[in-house]
């Protein structure tokens, strides 16, 4: 289990860290195509997709885990200022990263034993 992160240079020239963690669990891969819509006076409305691929998310969770990891993983959401900063992460089945951010400004920890924890969070893929 990887206690540390990776930095990275975008395309726009500035630094953005990867989240290096390996889940134990990956809740099946949401997928949603982005659109928006414009209304009419007459009531109708026209749908536009906003990208031409869909976005996917994942729910991540992690057992088991030590009060330092979870700590780590909190000290990274934080740095990131919840869903504020894209970062890179590799899903478990593909050989290279995707442009991530938290989906919520949240993450669940649960404390199932002494110095053992429990955390959740979902995270979605961005463009």
Do not use: H
């Not at 982005?34 to 007459?42: A, G, K, L, N, T």
């Not at 969770?61 to 970062?87: H, L, P, S, Y």
């Amino acid at each position: 289990m990887t206690d540390y992160t990776e930095l990275s240079v975008s395309d726009e020239g500035t630094a953005v860290e990867t989240f290096t963690w390996t889940p134990d669990y990956v809740v099946p891969v949401k997928e949603r195509f982005d659109s928006r819509v414009q209304p009419f006076e007459d009531g109708y409305a026209q749908t536009f997709p906003k990208f031409s691929k869909t976005r996917r998310s994942w729910s991540l969770r992690f057992m088991n885990r030590t009060e330092a990891e979870k700590n780590a993983i909190e000290a990274f959401f934080e740095a990131r200022v919840g869903a504020e900063e894209a970062f890179y992460w590799t899903p478990i089945d593909e050989s290279s990263a995707s442009k991530v951010c938290f989906e919520k400004s949240s993450i669940k920890s649960t404390k199932v034993n002494p110095d053992i924890y429990r955390i959740s969070l979902t995270i979605e893929e961005l463009y």
